[in-house]
């Protein structure tokens, strides 16, 4: 038997190469597109509903977002539970809008479904309208316009305004020691004395913002009790004498003063600043005590806090002396007798009563003369 024939293989020639390499990739591309294509067209359940909305909003400003979430068919939107704020709709393609007609706070959950189980459901969200901006008005701007040393100072502006306003010294300056808060609260405790004026801003980003009239606060020094630095009068006087004294105290605020015992003698009197003064009118002798401190209104004896007090005082008041004799006591002048004349005294002159005894003396002569002429007769006459 003959042997085979060996036959040398042959390389196919470059055009038959390509040609298997484009069917085998033809193989492949069906083969995928037959396992495919019903995978594509089947239902799909969702996906997670991505995104979150806006949690506030305001009235009268429009709102709105949109959810999205993958699925096939693509999925609708509804609110599953709890509503949403007045105003405000969602629509089926996921969109939320529309304009808020009023405030507060909703509560919803929103759910996408294309008919494959299950659906998908956000957790709860929130969403909060706040009321329509309104511009700031005070309601309260008329703080205390004094304040003391050492005493603490409080007051709280107040003002109206949507959102709720902050408050800020805008001008001038705030005395030592106080402070303004963004709310509005003026505090503190004054350190040292003297006047400051400023004003205060309420804000709330919404024009205008309003500010008050210049305000003025006096702080004064801390109060020093009262203790007398003049408080000896003399301790006599005299009718028809005019008579001055002045009692002084210290103390902070300056005192004032007032008889607060027994009584002064008639014809002086002690005012408000301590000055004792008149001029009497009958002698006698007073006693009485003068106090001092800080008043109250217009009663002086309504005094606030420490006061100070004399001792018990005593004032005696003289009669007026009477003229001296041979003093004259009266300066009309004098007329003088014609040449000739009896010089009768006069008490304008001398001072000594010399018409008395003149007068006195003529009555005694006569007396005397008619006397010895009735005597004379009855001598005269015969005997029986």
């Known amino acids: 038997m003959a042997a085979p024939v060996k036959t040398a293989w042959a390389r196919p020639p470059l055009h038959l190469k390509a040609w298997l390499m484009v069917k085998k990739l033809l193989l492949i591309a069906a083969t995928i597109f037959a396992l495919g294509v019903p995978l594509l067209l089947a239902p799909a359940a969702w996906g997670a509903i991505t995104g979150t909305p806006p949690d506030t909003g305001t009235v009268g400003t429009a709102y709105s977002y949109t959810f999205t979430a993958s699925g096939v068919p693509a999925p609708t939107f509804t609110v599953s539970s709890g509503s949403l704020p007045a105003g405000l709709t969602l629509g089926s393609a996921g969109v939320l809008a529309g304009i808020p007609t ?50 603490a100072y409080s007051y709280t502006f107040t003002a109206s305004g949507i959102p709720a306003p902050t408050f800020t010294v805008s001008s001038g300056s705030l005395p030592a020691g106080l402070t303004l808060s963004s709310a509005g609260v003026l505090a503190g405790t004054p350190t040292s004395p003297g006047v400051s004026t400023y004003t205060v801003t309420a804000s709330n980003g919404t024009t205008p913002a309003a500010t008050t009239a210049p305000l003025t606060l006096t702080i004064t020094a801390a109060p020093v009790a009262p203790a007398f630095t003049a408080s000896t009068p003399p301790d006599t006087g005299t009718v028809g004498t005019a008579y001055s004294y002045t009692f002084t105290a210290s ?23 301590g000055v ?10 007073s006693t009485f005590i003068v106090t001092t401190g800080r008043a109250c209104g217009c009663r002086l ?6 006061t100070a007090s ?3 005082l005593t004032l005696t008041i003289n009669s007026a002396q009477a003229a001296p004799a041979g003093t004259p006591l009266a300066s009309a002048p004098v007329t003088p007798a014609p040449v000739g004349a009896a010089q009768v005294g006069s008490l304008a002159q001398t001072g000594q009563n010399t018409v008395t005894p ?27």
């Open 102 to 151: 009023s405030p507060g706070t909703s509560t919803y959950t929103v759910t996408a479904s294309n008919g494959t189980t299950p659906a998908a459901t956000t957790a709860p969200l929130t969403l909060t309208i706040a009321a329509a901006p309104v511009a700031p008005a005070f309601t309260a701007s008329s703080p205390p316009d004094t304040g003391t040393v050492g005493t």
């Open 251 to 273: 103390g902070v605020p300056g005192p004032a003063f007032a008889v607060s015992s027994g009584s002064l003698p008639a014809g002086l009197n002690l005012n408000s600043f």
């Open 276 to 285: 004792l003064s008149g001029t009497p009118t009958s002698p006698g002798t």
């Open 301 to 306: 004896w309504n005094y606030v806090g420490p």
């Open 310 to 312: 004399t001792g018990l």
């Open 358 to 384: 003149l007068i006195g003396g003529t009555v005694m002569v006569m007396l005397g003369f008619a006397f010895t002429l009735l005597a004379s007769r009855r001598r005269s006459q015969p005997r029986r």
